[in-house]
């Protein structure tokens, strides 16, 4: 969003003649003084000044100046009434614009003497209080004060300007047919006296006023509203409901004009230092683009609320060899539901690829609907050098011909995975684990990690097959306190590993298959229990951050 400061421009003037004293001016009284009820005050126009040149209509019903048939400007309509009052002395008189244009009261002000240049000064509305701001949707809300200066011999102009402060909503193209009604949050009442604010009071949402102006021959629909002037506006609210952000807060000053450029949700937001901030599945997809589509690979992202991607095709985020994602992830410990993904990525999962320093944390995947890919995830299809933490995945993951697939990653190079876990089902080709599908490349610590879903490899003949309950095929991971409850199936299968060429220590399974291939200690519920497996290791963990603990059938994880 953006804001402009545009200059002064005069918007409209409306002449108001008061009717002239039936002597001259010649007929004073003795020294300086006036023949009292002899020369009225004379008001030869006024002019309603404001900073901007594209200022246009509002105003609240009791406190209401039109604006002009072209909205380019404020004018006093019939009715309207301002107070006058000469120098700073007490004698105040109500005028009422009239039909003709001129201005009437039925106890005018009159000049007492002769001094020269004295000052006059007027203010809109004539009376004191309270001004309430709440609803401009009809009309603007407006607190003027003019002033001039003269004698009993020249005739007054007062040139009134703002006390309130203008905002205009401007929707671009493709944001406007999203926007049914505009709401801005600031004061929505504030206090005044002879045209100045004293102060204002409850702050809330204004609603603001459809309007529309022409613009290169092209009409420009906007939304505006008057606010008082020192308060902050860092918000609006499009429909009711749907609250931005400002990219940038501003304080309005009395008398200015702020233009606020309305862009299409995007979904997200970005601060200049590629931190991005993700409110919707369309601000999702459209950081997913950003990373695939603009190489924006090491950007942060970050979740503040959650996703549904429910009937979405979802497009991985770093979905190719040249473009995996190096920044950090964040879901807040918020959920995505629904992610699917049934194309012909060869990298499948929230994530395609994540790189060297790429970290995904804090997230979970309910409902996770994946069929095809060579390296199948939950969080991500193939993870080198990266480190996911605190992620759990539900709901069903499966690649093609060949493929390596894990609930949470599908091949992991180096890097870390720390304190996830997955009920996904699980199904494979040629390596599957309900955590892993395949660790390799480089030391890869599994750290307080489990899976409670069935394991399933098929093998299509052309190669080795290996199902794991944690890891498909360990092949360089050090698995530290991690378990495994589902089932497995396969060709070459274990309850916790596959097969393992590296490190297990205090981890543990149940179900079937009864052996395991890496060195993890079956839970029978007599010689080792599930009580026995989470002291045991909680013992291992001592330090990490983590630790088990049993509140219902199977162990459960808990950062402390």
């Not at 900073?51 to 100046?65: F, K, L």
């Not at 299409?264 to 601000?283: I, L």
Request: glycine share 14%; net charge negative; with cysteine.
């Amino acid at each position: 969003m953006k804001k402009r400061h545009s200059i002064h421009v005069i918007l409209a003037a409306a002449a108001l003649l008061l009717a002239t004293a039936a002597c001259t001016k010649d007929e004073l009284a003795d020294g300086d003084r006036l023949p009292e009820g002899q020369y009225p005050l004379e008001i030869a126009r006024i002019t309603l000044g404001v900073e901007g040149g594209e200022a246009q209509p509002w105003g609240a019903p009791a406190t209401r100046v039109s604006e002009t048939v072209d909205g380019t400007g404020s004018v006093f309509d019939t009715g309207d009434p301002f107070a006058v009052q000469i120098d700073d002395g007490t004698e105040t008189a109500t005028y009422t614009v009239q039909d003709d244009g001129t201005a009437t009261s039925d106890a005018p002000l009159y000049w007492t003497n002769t001094t020269p240049n004295r000052t006059v000064s007027a203010w809109y509305p004539a009376t004191g209080g309270t001004l309430d701001l709440s609803d401009q949707s009809q009309s603007l809300a407006y607190l003027l004060y003019g002033t001039g200066s003269g004698n009993y011999q020249t005739q007054v102009t007062l040139n009134f300007t703002h006390a309130l402060a203008k905002v205009r909503v401007t929707p671009t193209d493709d944001a406007l047919g999203e926007v049914q009604s505009l709401q801005l949050y600031t004061y929505t009442q504030c206090t005044y006296e002879k045209g100045t604010v004293v102060q204002g009071s409850q702050e809330g949402w204004i609603e603001m006023k459809k309007c529309e102006y022409t613009e290169n021959g092209a009409t420009i629909t906007c939304w505006e509203a008057n606010v008082v002037p020192g308060y902050a506006i860092s918000k609006l609210r499009a429909n009711g409901t749907e609250e931005r952000n400002l990219s940038a807060a501003f304080t309005p000053e009395a008398g200015k004009f702020y233009n606020i450029t309305l862009n299409k949700d995007k979904g997200y937001t970005d601060d200049g230092q590629g931190n991005y901030t993700v409110t919707s599945a369309e601000g999702l997809k459209n950081i997913a683009e950003l990373v695939n589509e603009e190489w924006k690979l090491d950007i942060n992202i970050t979740l503040t609320n959650n996703i549904d991607l429910t009937g979405i095709d979802w497009t991985p985020i770093g979905k190719d060899d040249n473009k995996a994602y190096t920044g950090t992830f964040d879901g807040g410990n918020h959920t995505i539901t629904g992610l699917t993904v049934t194309g012909s990525n060869r990298y499948a999962g929230l994530f395609g690829q994540i790189g060297p320093g790429g970290t995904v944390k804090n997230v979970v995947l309910t409902e996770v609907n994946i069929t095809s890919g060579t390296f199948v995830g939950g969080v991500a299809g193939w993870s080198f050098g990266g480190n996911i933490e605190n992620c759990s995945v539900s709901g069903s993951v499966s690649g093609s011909s060949g493929s390596d697939v894990g609930g949470v990653v599908g091949y992991q190079q180096g890097g870390s995975i720390t304190g996830c876990s997955s009920s996904a089902t699980v199904k494979g080709t040629e390596r599957a684990g309900g955590v892993v599908g395949v660790t390799n490349g480089g030391t890869t610590p599994l750290t307080a990690c489990y899976a409670t879903g069935n394991v399933t490899v098929e093998n299509d003949g052309t190669s080795n097959a290996w199902a794991g309950g944690i890891v498909g095929m360990n092949g360089t991971g050090t698995l530290i306190a991690c378990y495994a409850a589902g089932n497995v199936s396969g060709n070459i299968v274990g309850g916790a590993v596959g097969v393992n060429y590296a490190n297990v220590t205090a981890c543990y399974w149940s179900g079937l298959p009864d052996n395991d291939n890496g060195g993890a200690t079956k839970v029978d519920g007599t010689t080792v229990t599930w009580q026995n497996a989470v002291d045991a290791m909680n013992n291992a963990l001592n330090g990490s951050g983590w630790q088990y603990e049993l509140t219902g059938a199977l162990p459960t994880l808990k950062k402390q």
